[in-house]
């Protein structure tokens, strides 16, 4: 994140007020709709802004208004049936500096290098254009000349507004808008120059974001814009939904009603990337959204730079205290007249202990899993983590217990299972009946019945930086059966965070960084599931090449579910990964020699590189 310049957190007395931005939903266009034309006034100005609690401290930063009103973040939605006019006048009453604006404009009408407003200050521009093409777009604006929305400094990173263009049948009235921005700063206290950031949903960062409310059987329409900086893996938890549309600050492509369903539920979102989705709950409780880089979760830096609660010092708060950023807490009401599922009569059992492993420190501790099968436990946890290999349809409790100094928790991330099993402490359950965190020397039974096959992860949802980096999470394996499961086949490439700096590597594969050489046969059909638990690395791309050319393998299954036909392609033997996604994908090996797996950054910096042998 771009950081430059001092932070303002208080305001003199004697200096002339500057005025409170408001906080935007997205529920209401702005402006004003007649015959086919839309009229609209924006303003840009500067303002405070509370990105935390309301009373809390502010920032300012500056943003847009609309027909004289007060400023609001995300700036006004606009919002227009296809092929409505809009009229827009834009004022820059920001003192001294150029205002370039972006975004307003008939979509594929113009290069994008022509798609700017330049308004001096205290400058009126007036924008003529025809809203042509049906998706989900955005504006912003800049005075430091960036040409990237996501390479703008911290006071111009919140002139960012959707701009939705609906069919001619109009809006879908119960669908919501989710713009997520950032914004970063370095804040001077008696140490020296701190970085203090926000990763935002509509204005807010977590606990302070907006709370929704559905019935089980509604249908859920959300668009998700990123205005920020950063890689935002959105992912629902205990549920997949249908990505709908994928576009950016000029296109978007709607997939056909008749196409088949593109069912995630992790959806990796680049900064400038837009996506909307559709889903339908069919299971009462507490559930979350959010962005799956643990990073942008963590507990952050007070807006004075005081320091967050230290990870070691875990609080039973986790959902208050202990989660940050890009979050959104949805409850699902039960509809009348829905039947109890009954309790299986038997379920297979399983012990699931949290260790503390060799080499760590307070600061940076070295955890573990070990899957306790009835025999002697070894001495440390074994890592990687243990896979753990699950029926398809085969009830299982599994019992975490916590062998560590510090609460925790088990998420069974991409598992469609009772929100109270979802390992989010103090939130996931029901009212009245929420799942605790688990203390240490203490345990807590999950119960779930996994519906499909396919590749999954588990992780912890308690100080989630600190413990996944530590050691604990691993891979979740669904298989149809586990007696014809083929462990010689079946090629898990699990990717994690180092335990420390002094590991000297930029990630792990599956628990080390010098993995032992991998034989394979030419001939043979192999599984190949990748999954992403890395703590900030939602960029990365996966190859299989021999010399520089990729080889090709099938897709089959993202984030666990199997891809229709029509989806399920040959292709290059490359992928890019976000943090809390899986992919797999079956590979043929044709011919013996020499191959390797690389790592790389989503612009090619190689991290990693291991050989394989083809026998």
């Known amino acids: 994140m771009r950081m430059a310049g001092p932070l303002l957190v208080a305001f003199s007395l004697s200096a002339p ?38 009373a ?32 827009v006048s834009i004022r820059n009453s920001i003192a001294g500096q150029r205002l370039v604006l972006h975004g307003l404009n008939t979509r594929g009408s113009r290069d994008a290098a022509d798609d700017t407003v330049s308004v001096a200050p205290a400058e009126t521009r007036e924008i003529r254009f ?16 960036s040409q990237r929305i996501g390479s703008r400094g911290p006071m111009d990173s919140q002139l960012s507004g959707a701009f939705v263009v609906d069919s001619e049948g109009g809006p879908h009235r119960t669908d919501r808008i989710f713009l997520v921005g950032s914004w970063g700063e370095r804040v001077r206290i008696d140490t020296g120059l701190v970085p203090v950031n926000r990763f935002v949903i509509n204005g807010k960062s977590w606990p302070h974001t907006e709370r929704l409310t559905y019935t089980t059987g509604d249908s859920v329409r959300i668009r998700v814009i990123n205005a920020g900086v950063g890689v935002h893996p959105m992912h629902l938890h205990g549920f997949y939904y249908d990505v709908d549309s994928r576009g950016d600050e000029q296109s978007d492509s709607i997939f056909a009603a008749t196409s088949s369903p593109h069912l995630v539920n992790t959806e990796r979102l680049a900064s400038g990337r837009t996506f909307s989705m ?3 709950p069919s299971r009462a409780g507490n559930w979350l959204f959010h962005c799956h880089d643990p990073i942008h979760i963590q507990p952050v830096r007070g807006l004075d730079g005081r320091d967050p609660m230290p990870d070691a010092e875990l609080t039973a708060d986790h959902m208050l205290e ?27 059992r399983l012990r699931l202990i949290a260790r503390v492993d060799s080499g760590g420190t307070a600061l940076e501790p070295a955890f573990g899993y070990t899957l306790d099968v009835g025999g002697t436990l070894p001495p440390y946890p074994t890592r990687p983590a243990p896979t753990l290999i699950l029926q398809r349809g085969e009830p299982v409790s599994v019992t975490i217990v916590n062998h560590l100094p510090e609460p925790t928790s088990v998420h069974w991330h991409g598992i469609e299972l009772d929100s109270y099993y979802d390992g989010v402490a103090g939130f996931a359950g029901h009212p009245g009946h929420l799942a605790p ?81 991998r034989e394979l046969r030419a001939g043979t059909k192999y599984r190949v599931r990748m999954l992403n638990l890395h703590n900030s690395r939602p960029g990365l791309i996966m190859k299989v090449m021999r010399d520089a050319t990729p080889l090709t393998w099938r897709a089959i299954a993202k984030d666990g579910m199997i891809l229709p036909a029509d989806q399920a392609t040959d292709r290059a033997s490359t992928q890019q990964i976000g943090n809390g996604e899986t992919y797999d994908f079956e590979f043929v090996p ?3 020699g ?20 083809v026998k």
């Open 437 to 517: 965190e688990i203390a240490p020397n203490d345990s807590f039974v999950a119960r779930f019945t996994p519906p499909r096959s396919g590749t999954f992860m588990y992780h912890p949802h308690v100080g989630e930086v600190r413990q996944q980096q530590a050691g604990l999470g691993g891979a979740l394996i669904v298989v149809d059966s586990i007696s014809s499961y083929d462990p010689a086949t079946d090629i898990i490439l699990l990717i994690t965070a180092p335990r420390s700096n002094r590991d000297g590597a930029a990630l792990f594969l599956n628990g080390t960084a010098t993995p032992a050489m």
């Open 56 to 87: 809390g401290l502010a920032v300012v930063v500056r943003a847009f208004g609309v027909d004289g009103g007060a400023l609001q973040i995300p700036g006004p939605l606009l919002r227009v049936p296809v092929g409505t006019e809009l009229h």
């Open 278 to 280: 559709t889903w339908v």
């Open 590 to 592: 044709t011919a013996p």
């Open 594 to 613: 020499a191959l390797r797996l690389d790592i790389t950054t989503g612009n090619g910096q190689l991290l990693f590189s291991t050989p394989i042998r």
């Open 17 to 54: 007020p500057i005025e409170q931005i408001a906080i935007n939903d997205n529920r209401t266009s702005a402006g004003i709709l007649r015959d086919g034309l839309l009229t609209v006034h924006l303003d840009a100005r500067e303002g405070k802004w509370h990105p935390d609690a309301d």
């Open 130 to 145: 025809t809203a042509s093409r049906i998706g989900t777009f955005y504006y912003w604006a800049s005075t430091d000349g």
């Open 322 to 348: 202990m989660m940050s950023g890009p979050v959104v807490g949805i409850s699902i009401l039960e509809s009348r007249g829905a039947a109890a599922t009954p309790e299986p009569a038997a379920r297979r």
